[in-house]
């Protein structure tokens, strides 16, 4: 029989993941839908439940909890859910020195934001991502923002100090309006790419620790692009022009 009551201490728990004290005390997240489910279960991430709705005729898990119409749209984030869902673990990765070219994020507040530039940084080959007082990349809206993409990168989340710390000896190449013009720019084979908040840009902290500052060319009737876009545009440009 399907648990019907959005009462439930089953569909409280999970309802919980929607909320970033829910996701801290428990530890996992939620993904939502078909494709980003058989997805994470396919690159390895250790899924705890998957959940389906009453109505759900795709492949499950046998073992999978069984929700009402109702209880299972409390538990969701998206308003037209797929009818499964699944608590995944959320991978604790201490911050350490990347390996290859990198991306710090400095403040990106916008959990949409933060799941486009990581679904952006893994096509374009930057697998190790910091986040400092970011919003989190695990939240619904950065998870499906991301399209799986949170399931193939490191996402290491700490204090500014810490990962700038971890990337002494890394040249950091800091976004800004200020700075150089990106396609005049050869950046070295390793580096870190730095991107700041959409209201604020980059910290003082950052700044001060940027080997070189970059910028993207406008047209004078244009102030500003979205944050996830001009990493998007930086992330590709670099990563094809470093020597």
Do not use: W
């Not at 939502?32 to 250790?46: D, I, L, N, P, T």
């Amino acid at each position: 029989m399907p648990i019907v009551s959005k009462s439930n201490p089953t569909v409280k728990e999970l309802a919980s993941l929607k909320e970033k004290k829910g996701r801290s005390q428990r530890g996992t997240f939620l993904v939502e839908g078909e494709k980003m489910v058989r997805e994470c279960a396919a690159c390895g991430m250790e899924i705890l439940r998957t959940v389906v709705r009453e109505d759900y005729r795709g492949a499950a898990d046998g073992d999978a909890i069984v929700l009402g119409k109702d209880a299972f749209a409390a538990v969701c984030d998206e308003k037209t859910p797929q009818g499964i869902c699944a608590e995944v673990r959320i991978p604790q990765c201490s911050v350490a020195p990347p390996s290859g070219r990198c991306l710090f994020l400095d403040g990106v507040a916008d959990p949409a934001n933060v799941g486009a530039i990581v679904r952006t940084a893994v096509a374009a080959g930057y697998r190790e991502l910091y986040l400092a007082d970011c919003a989190d990349p695990f939240a619904p809206k950065s998870v499906r923002a991301s399209m799986s993409g949170v399931f193939f990168a490191k996402l290491m989340r700490g204090g500014r100090t810490e990962i700038l710390a971890a990337l002494d000896g890394v040249v950091k190449i800091a976004a800004d309006m200020a700075g150089e013009d990106v396609f005049s720019f050869s950046p070295p084979e390793k580096f870190c790419l730095c991107i700041g908040s959409e209201a604020r840009g980059l910290s003082e902290e950052t700044r001060a620790r940027a080997d070189f500052t970059v910028k993207i060319p406008m047209d004078e009737h244009t102030e500003s692009l979205n944050a996830a876009v001009s990493a998007g545009i930086l992330m590709y440009f670099l990563a094809h022009s470093a020597s």
